[in-house]
């Protein structure tokens, strides 16, 4: 599953950064700069699913990890340490951000309606406890594959 959902992030990464998307939902893309330690230096990516009538803004971070994991360094060097998808509400983003002192830069994808309520549908079960683990991985299976 996680595979499928790098294949979806990266298709709608590789659509213009246009417009508001038409709908009752939006999808965005949340770049998040760097931070001081050693899991932040390299910035974030996190998709937000904003929902255009009530306003929700839900953020699903590809890249929460327990920091009680025996050998957290080691396992995070070999690309073997464990990863989940976690949801938070877009203002908890932005406080973490300016506290922290990070940049965060919101795209908002230009999608169509199909694109939107299938992408959507994608990030609602990434984040169901049979597909929310992953291994980590530098380079095909981080926050932004």
């Known amino acids: ?17 246009a417009a508001r998307a038409e709908g009752r939902h939006a999808v965005h893309v949340l770049s998040i ?11 974030h990516i996190a998709l937000m699913d904003e929902n255009l009538e ?13 920091f009680n994991q025996p050998n957290l360094i080691e396992r995070y060097a070999l690309g073997t340490l464990k990863y ?18 990070r940049r965060l830069v919101d795209r908002t994808l230009n999608l169509s309606d199909d694109q939107i309520v299938f ?3 994608e990030l609602r079960k990434s984040t169901s406890p049979e597909n ?4 980590y991985n ?6 932004c594959t």
């Open 33 to 43: 700069g760097p931070g001081e330690h050693l899991f932040t230096i390299f910035g």
């Open 138 to 143: 530098h380079f095909t299976n981080n926050c």
């Open 1 to 17: 599953m996680m595979r499928k959902t790098a294949f979806i992030v990266l298709f709608v990464l590789s659509l213009s950064f």
């Open 132 to 135: 929310r683990e992953y291994a």
């Open 84 to 101: 989940w998808v976690a949801v938070s509400a877009y203002d908890r983003l932005i406080r973490g951000c300016e506290k922290s002192g």
């Open 54 to 66: 009530t306003g929700a803004k839900l953020v699903y971070n590809f890249g929460e990890f327990d």
């Open 119 to 121: 992408l959507s549908s």
